[in-house]
């Protein structure tokens, strides 16, 4: 990606993003590749880098481990490969069998499924495998230690026996010298040491001339003297003799297992850069982690939809002071493709600039942004910024010289595919002037169809907005009352520079308010006016939407609560009426066990008995009984339907149910313990204690 001028990306403060993410990587390898990051404009490279780190964020997330732990640096190990009769120690080798096996672990990793769900991370090790006889020649010759095998070769064994044969001789006569000499109080406190690679005996140094030997060397305090000696000096000129013929070996065998592992010199080097690329796609994962970074829609032409998108360092340093972050929201096209952005001073407008470029060079570089993840982006070819004082002293540029030499790059290079952004288009000429030069500038990035963003305070190009295709209005929010910036970008219309407003707040003097006015052009003054009550009326409409989506969020979560409470009620009473059903099943099961042991009985006793006629009267009795009982209930149900019991004596007139048979009539005659009830055209005479008085059920009325 081509950018302008060359400090572009650090005033977009793209190298701070570098160093944080060379913070998150701990192997050479990662932090190289992060302190290069470079912008890419191939779409596909940019969606693979995305979508690995998108995986490993979600690895980190789901907390399922990746085995790439390895973090050593192996440059110097594997540039020894490359050299012919080179010699690795056994350290070496054994930190290139460490990075092998973590290789192996890798691979394992990757079984079928996860080849499938993390394929942006497999894709880095597609095209390798693991060479298990890497660490075959390794463990032949080394042991866990890093130390080489007493049987790596059988001279090297034959050697280490003979040592320890003499190693074990030597302590034999030694510890007979010691007891000797300790017996004639010749020894030191030190009592024995090894100088020159041979064991010597600590003696005063009065005593040195009492006992036969070489002497090879003294204490500081020269009371001490090291001796070695006679019985012990032949074995210990053996035991020199085999140990350099040790060495000898070893050196032989760890240059034969360096000259075996040289074949494999790629594929370990391979190794190396694959564990350096994961550490920087885990670096990437945990800076993205840091700064609520994610990965958004990619698309293949230029275009600009940012919903809620975050200053990545902003919101770092806020939530690091425990202050909240605004988020911005912005979409640019190829019918709305030149944002111009208004509004006061400190109020935002630089910052939401910022954002948005250090987004786009992110995203080139194939780290996740702090977007929702409904967010769109294309790809842009070039990115020119101009922000801030430009002045050159070393061209001797005045500040609108330098601004205009880079508005003429701007218009001469600019096509679909930049991406510009401009501070304070015009500022540091004639307002007049400076706005006239601005307007062409707008026109002519305008027609090359370049995508960008412009800071401005200047009325005309406010106005132009509406007026040139492809260029749109926005203004930073401003709370007039409180004076303070409210960050927030409103699309479509333009802001006010709130001069006169912020005057009048902070208690200038209204003579000199008035006086100012005065110097203004009435119809430059109208305007401004004009724009800031309707920002003003704006943001009285955004927060009455605010309470209106608020009220209707509280409508949809009580009717989402009502329709649980009505599906409870609902089961419940699909609960209730089939345990009423299992009870009716119960019930008709225990009747018919009942109904079946008295018929056995019955016709048990109409074998047995003499009058067959009285058994039958029985039976019929038991089988008429719950059809008659049933009918009783059918017609009490009735009843209690259309009549409710009033709990009070009878008198006459009133109405009333015969309890023996549950019939309703009217009590027309009362004699002493019994009564005359009318039923229809038919008084019956029963008894007064049989009657209850009723009245009939109010009709339920339907809204």
Known sequence: MKYFPESALMQLEFDKVQALLQEHCKTELGKQMAADLRLHTHIDYVRTALQQAHEYKQLVLLQEHFPNDFILNLKTELRLLSIQGAVLTGEQAMALRKLTESMHSIVRFFDHDRRITYSGLYEVIKETHYEKKITAIIDEVLDETGQVRDNASKELQSIRVSLFRKR?????????????????????????????????????????????????????????????????????????????????????????????????????????????????????????????????????????????????????????????????????????????????????????????????????????????????????????????????????????????????????????????????????????????????????????????????????????????????????????????????????????????????????????????????????????????????????????????????????????????????????????????????????LQYLKDMERKLKQIVAEWKRADDKEKVMKQAEILLFRRREKQQNEQINRKIQDKFEEVGRQCQVGDQVKIVSNRQVGRLIEIRDKRAIVQLGNIPINVKLSDLVVVQEKPKETVD
């Open 168 to 588: 074990t001789e030597l302590r034999r006569v030694f510890d007979r010298i010691l007891q000797k000499l300790q017996k004639l109080n010749y020894l030191a406190d030190q009592e024995e040491a090894f100088l020159n690679g041979r064991r010597v005996v600590a003696i005063y140094a009065e005593n040195k001339r009492m006992v036969k030997g070489i002497i090879h060397g003294e204490s500081d305090t020269r009371k001490t003297a090291f001796l070695e000696p006679d019985e012990t000096i032949e074995l210990n000129n053996d035991i020199q003799s085999l140990e350099r013929e040790e060495g000898r070996e070893v050196y032989r065998i760890l240059r034969a297992m360096t000259a075996s592992l040289s074949s494999y010199s790629g594929l370990l080097n391979s190794y190396h850069e694959i564990l350096g690329v994961y550490d920087f796609i885990r670096g990437k994962a945990k800076l993205a982690l840091d700064m609520d970074g994610n990965y958004p829609t990619l698309v293949p032409h230029a275009q600009l939809h940012l919903v809620q998108a975050y200053h990545p360092l902003l919101l770092l340093y806020n939530r690091k002071n425990s202050k909240p972050t605004i988020p911005v929201n912005i979409s640019l096209d190829k019918d709305a493709h030149i944002l111009v952005i208004s509004g006061p001073n400190a109020g935002g407008k630089t910052v939401t600039l910022k954002t948005v470029g250090l987004i786009q060079l992110m995203l080139q570089s194939g780290l996740l942004v702090p977007v929702h993840p409904s967010s769109q982006l294309g790809i842009f070819k070039q990115l020119m910024i101009h922000i801030g004082d430009t002045q050159s002293l070393e061209f001797e540029l005045s500040t609108y010289s330098s601004h205009l030499k880079n508005m003429k790059y701007f218009m001469e290079n600019a096509n679909g595919r930049t991406l510009f952004f401009i501070d304070e288009l015009g500022s540091g000429s004639d307002p007049n002037l400076g706005g006239a030069f601005a307007e062409v500038i707008m026109e002519e990035l305008a027609k090359k169809h370049a995508f960008g963003i412009v800071t401005t305070h200047y009325l005309n190009l406010k106005v132009m907005a509406n007026k040139v295709r492809g260029i749109i209005n926005g203004a930073m929010g401003f709370d007039e009352q409180t004076l303070m910036p409210m960050y927030k970008l409103m699309i479509g219309k333009p802001g006010s520079s709130y001069t006169f407003s912020i005057a009048e707040r902070i208690g200038l003097q209204p003579s000199l308010i008035a006086r100012a006015k005065k110097l203004v052009d009435e119809g430059h003054f109208q305007l401004d006016k004009l724009l800031n009550k309707a920002e003003q009326d704006l943001q009285k409409v955004e927060s009455k939407e605010k309470e209106l989506q608020k009220l209707l969020k509280e409508n949809e979560r009580l009717k989402k609560e009502y329709e649980v409470l009505a599906d409870k009620e609902r089961k419940h009473q699909q609960i209730t009426f089939m345990k009423l059903q299992n009870q009716i099943k119960e019930n008709d």
